[in-house]
Each structure stands twice: as structure tokens, then as C-alpha cells.
T-cell receptor
Framework: DTGVSQDPRHKITKRGQNVTFRCDPI?????LYWYRQTLGQGPEFLTY????????KSRLLSDRFSAERPKGSFSTLEIQRTEQGDSAMYLC?????????????FGEGSWLTVV | GENVEQHPSTLSVQEGDSAVIKCTYS??????FPWYKQELGKRPQLIID?????GEKKDQRIAVTLNKTAKHFSLHITETQPEDSAVYFC??????????FGAGTRLTVKP
């Protein structure tokens, strides 16, 4: 078990391009979360899955953002038609919901810079 | 939805002193309150958490207290060391659903 892994760790893209981030949660974790963090701020909730079901999406998540977890394991977060305001670190996290004391573990994050 | 406020935004203490960070939450149904430490450029890491059925929890130099009636909880770090310098985030959620984070406290421990 190597923890939550995210790929790529850094991405620079031109405004208007699409980008996709991948997250591999800790194996057997049934919940997977996506957060966005900008400098000097706390992680901002975007969405989360339980197995393959997307249970909640933040109202802040515009329709340019889409997340999937097709087989209940890894997840992808796609941003279409990127804007400079999308520049941030995108954090993935996972947990084993249903177990007492379950903890949310974060990945190292994927840094996005839109130029 | 849940709203978490955190104070202070920055905190500077001398090595060996105590540090206290406070958070308030809005959703009375929230029942899980973790604290994360984040060093520059790294992932947030859980340092301690508390559930709504207890009022206080300690782990060596770190303690968290929870006041459900007032809807606030605090992180206490005693005998601070330079390696405690980081950004600390509180969070609140109901059953680990959509966990909401505070804006963070930048703690600096001066040697």
C-alpha cells in the first residue's frame, strides 16, 4: 500500500485546453474525494464518490469539470476549456467509509497552471 | 452546507511555548473533526481527530477539545518545536461526507 497517488504532479496548459488528472486511492478504500487548493487557502471540496457512485458535487463545480470513477477504483478529474482561474492544486483523498475511525488520506496533489 | 471558520490566520510562538488554534462550525449535525498539518508543497496530513461523542483527545504534545453546544473545537500544541512550523487546517463533516476545511493557520515556531 503506497498511499494515494496522483498523476501528473504538475501540468502547465494553455487557456482553453482540456486537462485530465488521475487519482489512485489506497487499495480497498471505498470513498474517493477531490479537493482544490489555492495558495493560502484550505482545501475546497469539489466532489466525492462511494465506490463508483458520485454522491455529491459542490455547487462551485462548474459544468467544465467532470469526475468519474468507473470501476470504483481509480478516478479521473477532467477540466474542459481551462481558464486562468482554474490554476490551483487538485488534491485527491480516499477513506474506508463504514469502519470506525476511518481517516481521509490525501495524495500529494496535482498542480495546474493555466497560462 | 457546513461552514468552518478558523482563527488566527497566522500564529508565531517561541520554541517551548504553547499554541492554540480555534475553529467554529455551523452544521450541528457534524460529528467528525480532524486536524491536518500541511508543510509547504506537501499533502495535508492528519495529526489528530475527534468525534462528537468525546470532548477531548490527546496524543503526546497535541490535544483537541470539542464544545458541541458552542460548535467550536480547538487544537492545542504544547512545548512547541521548530518542526511544528507549518499550516494547520481544521475540518468538519458528518460521517466523512463532504468534509469542509477552515482557511488554515500558519504557525511559526521561533527557535
Amino acid at each position: 500500500d503506497t498511499g494515494v497517488s496522483q498523476d501528473p504532479r504538475h501540468k502547465i496548459t494553455k487557456r482553453g485546453q482540456n486537462v485530465t488528472f488521475r487519482c489512485d486511492p489506497i487499495s480497498e478504500h471505498n470513498r474517493l474525494y477531490w479537493y482544490r487548493q489555492t495558495l493560502g487557502q484550505g482545501p475546497e471540496f469539489l466532489t466525492y464518490f462511494q465506490n463508483e457512485a458520485q454522491l455529491e458535487k459542490s455547487r462551485l463545480l462548474s459544468d467544465r469539470f467532470s469526475a468519474e470513477r468507473p470501476k470504483g477504483s481509480f478516478s479521473t478529474l477532467e477540466i474542459q476549456r481551462t481558464e486562468q482561474g482554474d490554476s490551483a492544486m487538485y488534491l485527491c483523498a480516499s477513506s474506508l467509509f463504514g469502519v470506525a475511525g476511518n481517516t481521509i488520506y490525501f495524495g500529494e496533489g496535482s498542480w495546474l497552471t493555466v497560462v | 452546507g457546513e461552514n468552518v471558520e478558523q482563527h488566527p490566520s497566522t500564529l508565531s510562538v517561541q520554541e517551548g511555548d504553547s499554541a492554540v488554534i480555534k475553529c467554529t462550525y455551523s452544521d450541528s449535525a457534524s460529528n467528525y473533526f480532524p486536524w491536518y498539518k500541511q508543510e509547504l508543497g506537501k499533502r495535508p496530513q492528519l495529526i489528530i481527530d475527534i468525534r462528537s461523542n468525546v470532548g477531548e483527545k490527546k496524543d503526546q504534545r497535541i490535544a483537541v477539545t470539542l464544545n458541541k453546544t458552542a460548535k467550536h473545537f480547538s487544537l492545542h500544541i504544547t512545548e512547541t518545536q521548530p518542526e511544528d512550523s507549518a499550516v494547520y487546517f481544521c475540518a468538519a463533516s458528518r460521517d466523512n461526507n463532504d468534509m469542509r476545511f477552515g482557511a488554515g493557520t500558519r504557525l511559526t515556531v521561533k527557535p
